[in-house]
């Protein structure tokens, strides 16, 4: 499953894509859309982006409890060095304080990325604050053709603006494209 980024000027484009998107099979489970007017998207019942998509929640989570459990595997080593509170601690102590410090980093990574706008959204910031939507399909494998085709046909004034094979991966790079990927007869090579 893919995730394909296109950019709509209006709300009321938006809606008329999510209308013609659903009527191609895609469901509102897997398609949302993203703009700076949150209201407009209820008052038009626009299938609307989440925390998870918005913000850098995960992201900033995983590496909290990564740089956690570096710390908490150096704390235990130098428990286990000095031993502070004798030779015979049991071992559940080392394991309580690696588990300890690497959720202390996860909420402390969440905190932060809670604070801060997605990474991949970040490209389509000066978009959205300029009132145009971001609009995320997730298409299945067998979908995606149907879904550029019916975009580029019924939608011109939507521009695919990036496509994410690796949607899952809040670490996976997403370049925006500059220009539509799609070839006068179909679409365009993969990169």
């Known amino acids: 499953m893919k995730c394909l980024y296109y950019t709509a000027p209006t709300l009321d484009s938006a809606r008329r894509i999510s209308d013609d998107l659903q009527a191609v099979g895609v469901q509102d489970f897997f398609l949302h859309v993203i703009a700076r007017d949150e209201a407009g998207l209820e008052q038009r019942h626009i299938p609307a982006g989440n925390y998870l998509e918005t913000l850098d929640l995960v992201r900033d989570g995983l590496i909290g409890s990564a740089i956690g459990l570096g710390a908490g595997l150096i704390g235990a080593a130098l428990l286990k060095l000095f031993a502070p509170f004798g030779p015979h ?68 004034e939507a521009q695919l603006a990036a496509i994410d094979r690796h949607f899952i991966n809040p670490f996976s790079p997403l370049m925006r494209r500059t220009e539509s990927p799609l070839l006068e007869g179909g679409l365009a090579p993969e990169d």
């Open 89 to 156: 601690l049991p071992n559940i102590v080392y394991f309580a304080t690696v588990a300890g410090a690497t959720l202390f980093g996860a909420w402390e990574g969440g905190l932060t990325g809670i604070a801060t706008e997605n990474k991949k959204l970040a490209k389509f910031h000066d978009d959205l604050e300029a009132g145009r939507c971001l609009i995320l399909i997730y298409a299945r494998e067998e979908q995606e053709t149907a879904v550029l085709q019916s975009m580029r046909v019924r939608h011109p």
